[in-house]
């Protein structure tokens, strides 16, 4: 009875979301900031439960109509006690930049499947907001409605869920934040990740209620499989995951 019992309470728990990360440190470009250190990772972020990041197949940004490759300028770094990878990137001129992450093929056994989450954050650079919300063509994607920075907590952040070009309709979107110094406590396990669905042209909205990093992850099943580690035929999960800073104003009370 009582394996019965542990047997439905494990079906009946919510299931906390996978998110790859890419945290740029600032979130934005000044005269007085000019780098970034980019942090590479694969986790539960609200949790600050890491999992093993192995060295991604990608990593660019692209700035307008050039896009570059940061493979070669990755480091291994521990990242919630999980291996990760870390990056400095110097902006050499005003643009938006859009990095992209498309990691090595994650094997979770406890889904049977393997995981490949593209995922993007765009960084905004001496002033210029041109170009954010133009599709880079990957196989899925989320592409922003709301300017992605310059955003304070409270605001609503609107997106469109795009898979292999064309809108998802019904897309399911997970959402969490990155309780990077572990500031808040959840009400429930069900608040950990937030879920929206898409409507019929895939776009979906969310109000952040707080500010920091924000992930928003659309899931879509690949029309292709890969083989899991004892070399049989499994399914894949794709990933459409985008992050953005909402800033908290301090001071301006009245």
């Known amino acids: ?3 019965v019992v542990f047997g439905v309470f494990c079906l009946t728990q919510p299931v906390y979301g996978h998110f790859g990360m890419v945290i740029p440190n600032p979130p934005v470009i000044t005269q007085e900031q000019r780098s970034a250190e980019l942090t590479l990772s694969f986790s539960h972020p609200f949790e600050l439960i890491g999992m093993e990041l192995r060295k991604p197949a990608k990593f660019t940004v692209t700035a307008g109509t050039k896009t ?4 070669p300028g990755l480091q291994a770094a521990e990242v919630m ?8 990137y110097r902006f050499t001129r005003p643009g938006v930049y859009r990095f992209v992450m498309e990691p090595t093929p994650y094997w979770e056994p406890s889904e049977d499947i393997s995981i490949i989450h593209y995922t993007q954050t765009i960084v905004p650079a001496y002033g210029d907001d041109e170009g954010w919300d133009s599709p880079l ?11 992605p920075f310059g955003n304070y907590a409270g ?10 070009g064309s809108p998802a309709p019904g897309a399911e ?4 934040f990155y309780n990077k ?3 808040f406590t959840p009400p429930t396990d069900y608040h950990i990740t937030q879920v929206i669905k898409a409507d019929g042209k895939g776009v979906f909205s969310f109000t952040c209620p707080f500010g920091g990093w924000w992930g928003f992850g659309a899931l879509s099943e690949a029309d292709y499989n890969l083989k899991d580690p004892e070399g049989n035929d499994k399914g894949v999960e794709l990933g459409a995951v985008l992050w953005i800073y909402m800033d908290t104003v ?3 009370e009245r």
């Open 173 to 176: 979107v997970e959402v969490e």
């Open 68 to 71: 570059t490759d940061l493979l």
């Open 81 to 88: 006690q999980h291996k990760g990878w870390q990056s400095t």
């Open 155 to 164: 605001n609503s952040f609107t997106g469109q869920v795009l898979v292999g």
């Open 1 to 3: 009875c009582l394996l």
């Open 250 to 252: 301090k001071g301006t």
């Open 137 to 147: 063509g990957l196989p899925t994607e989320i592409v922003p409605l709301l300017r």
């Open 181 to 183: 110094d572990k500031q």
